[in-house]
């Protein structure tokens, strides 16, 4: 029996006071199916959630007491503060995911499954989609079209998922990617980076799949060892969680509202929960269960797999393939929906976005999948698709993967994750063990930025001393500057810098991506037994947010309980006077942990001052500006006197430092994209007047080669005159130097093949670029746009190759040759 793919559904959507039902009735025939609209008698399901409110904790320099939330416009100068909460709307209900009710008969048990895993030949493993003898172009996954039984089979899984609002985006810098050469296909299944199809049954736990299969992903790939990590403690320990193993979070506590622990979810608030420890165990010492249970408390922190970094990310293709091309999985939201699911070829695209129901990994891509192969209700115009892994077992789709196109519109809270078997500082100090990334500070810009602090009493050595080697950070954006200080033996518990600063300055760092980060301290600091410690983060730019607890009354799918005491975390808009988070007028505390190890040896102290909860900063005080607005460039951490190193340097080994770590050589700032090779990202001097990118740089004994500058590198850098690109600089990003208003000269070396969209937008009129590479093959776009009488200087042998390349984007420059 023949299956007509482009008549299997109509859906339409009618508007009715901002809510969006969706007429959906469906009558099966023999054939086909048939969409019956009858006016006066219209069955309305599916009735999603209406997208998140939000509105951000908010600074202002008012001084006065008052509980209004600012404008997101307005700055904040001095340490006047008023807060309100970036949260969900407390009014929108969001429907419980009930992800796979009729998926046990569904999807037969995978025992008789042959194993996917393997890349052999001889078995039916998913792979790049290839083009069909058929005169369609349809790659049927049978090699045939299905008949009725088989699609319904397949489409079971789907036709029972309620639709809820994903979590706000973060603010990715999507241009970030836009310079990389990829390939046509890559399969990370192929290469052996990813773990077996699973079977969630009759559970809403995709999301713990996803996520647990984006860890044993990162163990294959970065430890090359074999897990298979437990989606049920995550799950139950999520909904069920215990106090940490230092009992600083006694009563931090996450509640489902409508369903047990097999309740829906998403990766990225799982991803704060992974950040406690608190798993991820194997399958075997938490098997699965199909049906609720009651596990014991012991097995809360029994963790196999140590989640390291969460990196969270918008949707684009670009980006999608550079996180896959780095970590092997990315765990998505999408909206699935029976309609757009064309069963005899695996393939799926939702033409609409703002809801989701489903938590799917992608494992790779085919830019020549067919868009023949996908339902004509889903409107695909363009070839290319993405491998994902799906829940359903290995009976499902195509040995238990679907391919998604590249245009679903649904597609959204990408995370990717990295993970470690053993972990070098094992004690992980933390306040917020009930954050779930719905919660970020602060809402309005602040002038000359501002300082976070959380101050933790050092006792996981029970009498010894430790060390802390690593600091982990939670922001909602891209390319986040932090200065980092740590000060120990605090006299003052209410006072984040009342010890002695463990580094002459502070550190510099810059967290690439947004989401959950390690830092790796090159000189870690010795903390002694019993005394209190402090983590001071200065964010420099004040339009930076950063991630929070706070207890939430939300009555979507969960609620979170934030058990915040005083002296435990603060913030600061001088670096002088601090403010207590947990004070009742803020109740949250910041997402900024602390990793130490135990050492062997011991130091008596004298103890430090204990806590005085009485003693509590003055609210909203009238204080001055810390430095004058006009130079912001010129704000520094207010960490004086400084001091000398409390423990010594220990030079690294001459080896390449790991991907995403920055440095600062000079005032230029540059990231590890890969080994021994460097991105320059920036300047540490916004007045900088002129700027020479150098070929190589060298950073603790190891040279790198500079082969790219980043996106936005420069932008707005209003100062700049004068550039100088080093020869093995092959890319310039979207943006590098918008709106540098006095750029008049830029010399750009032998190694150059692509400039990206923007990147000399609104320089100075009658700019003078010269290019002395003869690789040069990609001008994204407009090389002169918004600027006048620009002149660019190439090569002679390469004159009449260039002008065409140049004339395609741009009529009015001037082109000479040299």
Same mark, same amino acid.
């Given at each position: 029996?023949?299956?007509?793919?482009?008549?299997?559904?109509?859906?339409?959507?009618?508007?009715?006071?901002?809510?969006?039902?969706?007429?959906?009735?469906?009558?099966?025939?023999?054939?086909?199916?048939?969409?019956?609209?009858?006016?006066?008698?219209?069955?309305?399901?599916?009735?999603?959630?209406?997208?998140?409110?939000?509105?951000?904790?908010?600074?202002?320099?008012?001084?006065?007491?008052?509980?209004?939330?600012?404008?997101?416009?307005?700055?904040?100068?001095?340490?006047?503060?008023?807060?309100?909460?970036?949260?969900?709307?407390?009014?929108?209900?969001?429907?419980?995911?009930?992800?796979?009710?009729?998926?046990?008969?569904?999807?037969?048990?995978?025992?008789?499954?042959?194993?996917?895993?393997?890349?052999?030949?001889?078995?039916?493993?998913?792979?790049?989609?290839?083009?069909?003898?058929?005169?369609?172009?349809?790659?049927?996954?049978?090699?045939?079209?299905?008949?009725?039984?088989?699609?319904?089979?397949?489409?079971?899984?789907?036709?029972?998922?309620?639709?809820?609002?994903?979590?706000?985006?973060?603010?990715?810098?999507?241009?970030?990617?836009?310079?990389?050469?990829?390939?046509?296909?890559?399969?990370?299944?192929?290469?052996?980076?990813?773990?077996?199809?699973?079977?969630?049954?009759?559970?809403?736990?995709?999301?713990?799949?996803?996520?647990?299969?984006?860890?044993?992903?990162?163990?294959?790939?970065?430890?090359?060892?074999?897990?298979?990590?437990?989606?049920?403690?995550?799950?139950?320990?999520?909904?069920?969680?215990?106090?940490?193993?230092?009992?600083?979070?006694?009563?931090?506590?996450?509640?489902?509202?409508?369903?047990?622990?097999?309740?829906?979810?998403?990766?990225?608030?799982?991803?704060?929960?992974?950040?406690?420890?608190?798993?991820?165990?194997?399958?075997?010492?938490?098997?699965?269960?199909?049906?609720?249970?009651?596990?014991?408390?012991?097995?809360?922190?029994?963790?196999?797999?140590?989640?390291?970094?969460?990196?969270?990310?918008?949707?684009?293709?670009?980006?999608?393939?550079?996180?896959?091309?780095?970590?092997?999985?990315?765990?998505?939201?999408?909206?699935?929906?029976?309609?757009?699911?064309?069963?005899?070829?695996?393939?799926?695209?939702?033409?609409?976005?703002?809801?989701?129901?489903?938590?799917?990994?992608?494992?790779?891509?085919?830019?020549?999948?067919?868009?023949?192969?996908?339902?004509?209700?889903?409107?695909?115009?363009?070839?290319?698709?993405?491998?994902?892994?799906?829940?359903?077992?290995?009976?499902?789709?195509?040995?238990?993967?679907?391919?998604?196109?590249?245009?679903?519109?649904?597609?959204?809270?990408?995370?990717?994750?990295?993970?470690?078997?053993?972990?070098?500082?094992?004690?992980?100090?933390?306040?917020?063990?009930?954050?779930?990334?719905?919660?970020?500070?602060?809402?309005?810009?602040?002038?000359?930025?501002?300082?976070?602090?959380?101050?933790?009493?050092?006792?996981?050595?029970?009498?010894?001393?430790?060390?802390?080697?690593?600091?982990?950070?939670?922001?909602?954006?891209?390319?986040?500057?932090?200065?980092?200080?740590?000060?120990?033996?605090?006299?003052?518990?209410?006072?984040?810098?009342?010890?002695?600063?463990?580094?002459?300055?502070?550190?510099?760092?810059?967290?690439?991506?947004?989401?959950?980060?390690?830092?790796?301290?090159?000189?870690?600091?010795?903390?002694?037994?019993?005394?209190?410690?402090?983590?001071?983060?200065?964010?420099?730019?004040?339009?930076?947010?950063?991630?929070?607890?706070?207890? $939430?009354?939300?009555?979507?799918?969960?609620?979170?309980?934030?058990?915040?005491?005083?002296?435990?975390?603060?913030?600061?808009?001088?670096?002088?006077?601090?403010?207590?988070?947990?004070?009742?007028?803020?109740?949250?505390?910041?997402?900024?942990?602390?990793?130490?190890?135990?050492?062997?040896?011991?130091?008596?102290?004298?103890?430090?001052?204990?806590? $005085?909860?009485?003693?509590?900063?003055?609210?909203?005080?009238?204080?001055?500006?810390?430095?004058?607005?006009?130079?912001?460039?010129?704000?520094?951490?207010?960490?004086?006197?400084?001091?000398?190193? $409390?423990?010594?340097? $220990?030079?690294?080994?001459?080896?390449?430092?790991?991907?995403?770590?920055?440095?600062?050589?000079?005032?230029?700032?540059?990231?590890?994209?890969?080994?021994?090779?460097?991105?320059?990202?920036?300047?540490?001097?916004?007045?900088?007047?002129?700027?020479?990118?150098?070929?190589?740089?060298?950073?603790?004994?190891?040279?790198?080669?500079?082969?790219?500058?980043?996106?936005?590198?420069?932008?707005?850098?209003?100062?700049?005159?004068?550039?100088?690109?080093?020869?093995?600089?092959?890319?310039?990003?979207?943006?590098?130097?918008?709106?540098?208003?006095?750029?008049?000269?830029?010399?750009?070396?032998?190694?150059?093949?692509?400039?990206?969209?923007?990147?000399?937008?609104?320089?100075?009129?009658?700019?003078?670029?010269?290019?002395?590479?003869?690789?040069?093959?990609?001008?994204?776009?407009?090389?002169?746009?918004?600027?006048?009488?620009?002149?660019?200087?190439?090569?002679?042998?390469?004159?009449?190759?260039?002008?065409?390349?140049?004339?395609?984007?741009?009529?009015?420059?001037?082109?000479?040759?040299?």
């Amino acid at each position: 029996m023949c299956y007509d793919k482009r008549n299997n559904f109509s859906i339409h959507s009618i508007v009715i006071n901002q809510e969006v039902f969706m007429i959906h009735h469906k009558q099966h025939g023999k054939k086909r199916t048939l969409v019956l609209l009858l006016a006066g008698s219209v069955l309305f399901t599916n009735i999603p959630v209406s997208a998140n409110a939000v509105s951000d904790i908010e600074l202002s320099a008012d001084e006065s007491a008052s509980d209004e939330t600012a404008n997101t416009g307005n700055t904040a100068t001095n340490d006047a503060v008023d807060i309100s909460i970036d949260s969900i709307d407390e009014n929108t209900a969001s429907s419980t995911v009930d992800d796979s009710s009729e998926l046990q008969s569904a999807a037969p048990d995978d025992s008789t499954s042959s194993d996917d895993f393997s890349s052999d030949d001889d078995e039916a493993v998913f792979s790049s989609g290839s083009e069909s003898p058929n005169s369609e172009n349809i790659d049927y996954i049978l090699g045939r079209p299905m008949t009725d039984e088989e699609r319904q089979a397949q489409l079971a899984p789907l036709q029972n998922l309620d639709a809820f609002a994903p979590e706000p985006e973060v603010d990715s810098n999507i241009g970030i990617a836009s310079y990389a050469l990829y390939p046509g296909t890559y399969n990370a299944n192929e290469e052996r980076f990813v773990t077996e199809v699973k079977n969630q049954r009759n559970t809403s736990l995709c999301w713990a799949f996803s996520l647990a299969s984006n860890l044993e992903t990162s163990l294959l790939t970065r430890e090359q060892k074999y897990y298979d990590l437990s989606e049920e403690q995550l799950a139950y320990f999520w909904a069920n969680r215990v106090n940490d193993p230092l009992g600083n979070t006694p009563n931090d506590k996450i509640t489902r509202t409508q369903s047990d622990y097999h309740g829906t979810g998403n990766g990225r608030v799982a991803s704060f929960f992974l950040s406690t420890w608190s798993g991820m165990t194997t399958e075997e010492k938490v098997p699965f269960q199909s049906s609720a249970v009651t596990w014991p408390d012991s097995l809360a922190y029994d963790t196999s797999a140590y989640m390291e970094d969460a990196i969270f990310s918008q949707y684009t293709v670009d980006r999608t393939k550079q996180l896959l091309m780095e970590y092997n999985s990315v765990s998505a939201m999408i909206y699935m929906l029976d309609n757009y699911y064309y069963p005899d070829t695996a393939s799926y695209s939702c033409p609409q976005s703002g809801l989701v129901n489903h938590a799917v990994t992608i494992v790779g891509w085919d830019d020549t999948y067919s868009k023949e192969n996908f339902p004509s209700a889903s409107g695909v115009n363009n070839d290319g698709a993405w491998i994902v892994k799906n829940s359903y077992g290995k009976n499902w789709g195509k040995n238990g993967y679907f391919y998604l196109s590249y245009e679903d519109k649904s597609i959204t809270n990408l995370v990717s994750n990295t993970a470690m078997t053993t972990p070098a500082y094992p004690n992980n100090y933390f306040y917020d063990g009930a954050a779930a990334g719905t919660f970020t500070f602060p809402g309005t810009t602040i002038n000359n930025g501002y300082y976070v602090s959380n101050i933790f009493k050092a006792t996981a050595g029970n009498g010894k001393d430790e060390e802390l080697g690593e600091i982990v950070t939670a922001v909602p954006q891209d390319n986040t500057d932090f200065q980092i200080q740590v000060y120990t033996d605090l006299k003052n518990t209410s006072d984040p810098t009342s010890g002695t600063p463990a580094y002459a300055e502070s550190v510099d760092y810059t967290q690439p991506l947004a989401g959950i980060h390690t830092i790796h301290l090159n000189t870690p600091v010795k903390i002694p037994q019993g005394t209190f410690y402090s983590v001071v983060i200065r964010i420099p730019d004040g339009s930076n947010k950063f991630y929070v607890e706070k207890t $939430t009354t939300s009555t979507s799918w969960f609620t979170a309980t934030a058990g915040i005491d005083p002296d435990q975390s603060f913030f600061s808009t001088s670096g002088k006077k601090w403010y207590d988070a947990g004070n009742h007028q803020y109740n949250c505390c910041f997402s900024v942990k602390a990793h130490t190890k135990t050492l062997d040896s011991s130091t008596v102290v004298t103890p430090s001052v204990e806590p $005085t909860p009485d003693a509590k900063p003055t609210v909203n005080p009238e204080v001055q500006p810390s430095v004058s607005p006009d130079s912001p460039s010129e704000v520094t951490p207010i960490i004086t006197p400084k001091a000398v190193p $409390t423990s010594t340097p $220990t030079p690294a080994p001459p080896s390449s430092a790991r991907v995403n770590t920055s440095f600062r050589v000079g005032n230029l700032k540059y990231r590890v994209t890969a080994n021994q090779v460097v991105t320059c990202y920036g300047t540490t001097n916004s007045r900088v007047t002129k700027i020479s990118i150098p070929s190589t740089v060298r950073y603790n004994g190891v040279t790198y080669r500079v082969t790219s500058i980043w996106a936005n590198a420069f932008k707005k850098k209003s100062r700049l005159t004068t550039v100088s690109i080093g020869h093995n600089v092959s890319v310039i990003g979207k943006n590098a130097f918008y709106k540098c208003k006095k750029l008049k000269k830029v010399t750009i070396g032998t190694g150059l093949t692509q400039i990206n969209p923007g990147a000399f937008r609104g320089v100075k009129k009658g700019c003078t670029i010269t290019i002395k590479s003869l690789k040069l093959k990609k001008i994204s776009s407009r090389i002169d746009q918004s600027v006048s009488r620009m002149t660019v200087r190439v090569p002679k042998r390469k004159y009449t190759a260039y002008k065409k390349l140049l004339r395609k984007k741009s009529k009015t420059v001037i082109i000479k040759k040299y």
